[in-house]
Structure formats: C-alpha cells, structure tokens
Antibody
C-alpha cells in the first residue's frame, strides 16, 4: 500500500550525527516532494527541509541550514535526513512527509510513522 | 519567516458541538494554508488543503475558509474521535506551522 516507512529509534551522544531514512512504497517516489518535520516531546511541529526526489534539489529552513543534509536514493525509493552536531534540543520525533502534488508548497498528505531521536550526554 | 498564530491554544467542547479554530498569518499567504489533525502518539493527518479543500476521506463536518492572513477551521457536530490537536501550516514562503490548538472533551 501507499506508505512511508522510517527507520527505527536512535540514541546519540551530544555532538554526534544521526541519519534517518524514509522508504516510500505504493507510489512513484519521484512524483512528490519529501519534507522533514520534527516534534519535540509535548511541543508543536517544526519544519526542517524538503527534497525533490526527481532532481535532488533541496531547501532548508534557515535554522537548520548547514546542520541538516537531505539526500535520496531513487533506486530504492528512499529519502534520508542527516543532522550533525546534535544537542539536547534536537531530541524529538522526526517525520518525513510526502506532498499531495508535485510542488514543494503543496500539503503533506502522507506521513511516515516517525523516528524518535534521543540525545544523551 | 512568516509567523502563524492559532487561537485558542486549547478548547473544551462537547460531542455534538460546533467549534471554530482560527489561524492568523503575519503576512499575506493567499490560500497557501493547510490544516492537520494530530492524535497522541500519531503522525499528523491532512484535513484541509489550500485553505478550503477537503482532503479525500475526511468527513464533511470539517471545513476550512479564509485567505490572505485570516483562516479558520470549523468542525460541526463534534464526534468523539475529533478530540485531538489541530495545526495550521503555511507554505507561501518556506513552511511554518501554528503552535497548535488542543481540543479537549468538556
């Protein structure tokens, strides 16, 4: 069925990097943008960045530019989000989401199940 | 960055009630406004896109309106499954979310 399946929970030390995967199935991976959104415990939603799986083009929220890198592997319909220099503020649930239409600015109609990132000291 | 402000931050209502959540943008965003519902421990679910379009599969008791800087989400005849947190999101310039509105059972 149409779904996004993310990799499992991660526990990382402060200063480390984490790489989360988002595997798409049931639709043409290159037809929709993939966005990444995070949610700290008990907090709201925060957008990180998007990637165009067809071209590989990316765009990052100013806050995360230089610390977050999005990539994709079209051969396995998978997108990746890597975040470096982790701090305790990065402890959150990370979601990937697909756009409803072929445009970065369209709504997110399909979400992954989320990947919890825990940052330990 | 465009700031999105939702009101109220929390709301208590009863099954069968009609409720409205508002979302205000710090600058005009045309109709680049979406609404999501999130239940505890789950990923958000798209309800309304482009301000007023009902996503496929979403019950007709949900509706959205607005343009420019003022938007609203209305739920008529609240059902038990509607008690959740609701977020607005703009995509006119980058992406930002409102802080969320928690809808609780009275």
């Amino acid at each position: 069925q149409v779904q996004l399946v993310q990799s499992g929970a991660e526990v990382k030390r402060r200063g480390a990097s984490v790489k989360v995967s988002c595997s798409a199935s049931g639709y043409t991976f290159t037809d929709s943008y993939i966005h990444w959104v995070r949610q700290a415990p008990g907090r709201g939603l925060e957008w990180l960045a998007w990637i165009n799986p067809r071209s590989g083009a990316t765009h990052y929220a100013q806050k995360f530019a230089g610390r977050v890198t999005l990539t994709r592997d079209t051969s396995i319909s998978t997108a990746y989000m890597e975040m470096s220099s982790l701090t305790s503020d990065d402890a959150a649930m990370y979601y990937c989401a697909r756009t409803v239409a072929p445009g970065w600015e369209t709504a997110f109609d399909l979400w992954g199940q989320g990947t919890m990132v825990i940052v330990s000291s | 960055d465009i700031q999105m402000t939702q009101s109220p931050s929390s709301l208590s209502a009863s099954v069968g009630d009609r409720v409205t959540i508002t979302c205000r943008a710090s600058q005009t965003i045309d109709t680049y406004l979406n609404w999501y519902q999130q239940k505890l421990g789950k990923a958000p679910r798209l309800l309304i896109y482009a301000a007023s379009n009902l996503q496929r599969g979403v019950p007709l008791r949900f509706s959205g309106s607005g343009s420019g800087t003022q938007f609203s989400l209305t739920i008529t005849s609240l059902q038990p499954e509607d008690f959740a947190t609701y977020y607005c999101q703009q995509s006119y310039s980058a992406i930002t979310f409102g802080q969320g509105t928690r809808l609780e059972i009275k």
